[in-house]
């Protein structure tokens, strides 16, 4: 991520996160913890998936590099661009419009083709479920940010990253998924941004041995306006940070969902459903990754730093949340 902020839990401090092992339990969808019809996010783990928690690192990737601790669980973000769009299998999940959801499409339930659905969380309780880790501190190779539990809730059936102010220092708020860890899989969030210059988002896959690179970022955006987005591989060559951009438009200030499908040698990024690009080749991770949704402060400086246009451009509210409806994982058949 030429955005240098958090690159993922480098240097996290986990603090007792407890994790809930199930055995197979039915489908559900690709990214993020909690059961087919959760009604207190008791998350459905794959008997086959890592739940170990991550070690925390004390080395400092040259680009973005999370050094925040963990109340819980570990962290992880960044913007930028390239594309292609190849035709993305259709799903067979049950997801329906609903007015009872927030976004107004429920959460699926069962698996897609040739994806098991092994994780899915609606937020539909009041704090967040075992198998989810809150960040704290601030994030590596990112002055101008900080991370704070208390910037993270659960309610209204949402999970809610929350921006503002804390005794006039810029405050926001991470989470991570770490107990649910594969190699290869497919995830999805469905979520929405406010528009803000300061604060950013990040949704990535961080690897569970703490080290970076690798590092796939499926959705980063700095543009403020919330009306691009950008995703990015990360991987070394020679002993050099190496990475891979695709760009990507939309109104991300409305609901979405955005995911990846990550396979050896290839990774494709979702947006609704439909691929809009992928990376092929030996840059693409082979090691065990969990996923991480995150903002970070600082955008306009960030944006001055590696210029970019430079702000105003959306302008800077108090307060700017990432509300997320749900979050779903799924593992390779």
Request: aromatic share 10%; charged share 15%.
């Amino acid at each position: 991520m030429p955005y240098g902020a958090v690159r993922a839990l480098v240097g996290v401090i986990i603090a007792a996160v407890s994790t809930t092992l199930l055995t197979s339990c039915g489908d559900v969808g690709a990214a993020a913890p909690s059961e087919p019809a959760p009604a207190t996010n008791t998350p459905v783990v794959p008997s086959t998936s890592t739940l170990a928690s991550p070690v925390p690192s004390s080395s400092a990737a040259s680009d973005p590099t999370p050094s925040g601790s963990m109340t819980s669980g570990p962290s992880p973000g960044g913007p930028a661009p390239t594309s292609a769009t190849p035709a993305s299998p259709a799903p067979t999940a049950t997801s329906h419009s609903t007015s009872d959801t927030p976004s107004g499409l429920a959460m699926p339930v069962g698996d897609i083709g040739r994806w098991r659905q092994i994780y899915a969380d609606d937020f539909t309780g009041s704090s967040l479920g075992p198998d989810w880790g809150t960040y704290s501190g601030q994030p590596g190779g990112d002055p101008y940010s900080h991370w704070d539990p208390t910037h993270v809730q659960v309610k209204n059936g949402m999970l809610v990253l929350a921006g503002y102010r804390d005794n006039g220092r810029w405050v926001t708020g991470g989470v991570s998924n770490w107990p649910v860890t594969q190699t290869y899989g497919r995830w999805e969030v469905r979520f929405r941004a406010d528009r803000s210059d300061e604060i950013t988002y990040h949704f990535l896959l961080w690897p569970q041995a703490d080290h970076w690179p690798p590092e796939i970022d499926f959705l980063e955006d700095l543009s403020g306006d919330r009306t691009a987005a950008a995703a990015f591989v990360h991987w070394t060559k020679d002993g050099h940070e190496q990475k891979t951009q695709r760009n990507v438009e939309a109104d991300f200030s409305t609901w979405h969902t955005a995911g990846v499908i990550w396979e050896p040698g290839k990774v494709s990024y979702l947006l609704d459903g439909r691929v809009w690009a992928s990376v092929t080749g030996s840059q693409v991770p082979d090691e065990p990754m969990w996923l991480g949704l995150q903002q970070e402060a600082g955008g306009c400086q960030r944006n001055a730093d590696f210029g970019f246009p430079r702000c105003p451009r959306a302008g800077i509210p108090d307060h700017a949340d990432v509300d997320i409806d749900w979050v779903v994982a799924y593992a390779r058949r």
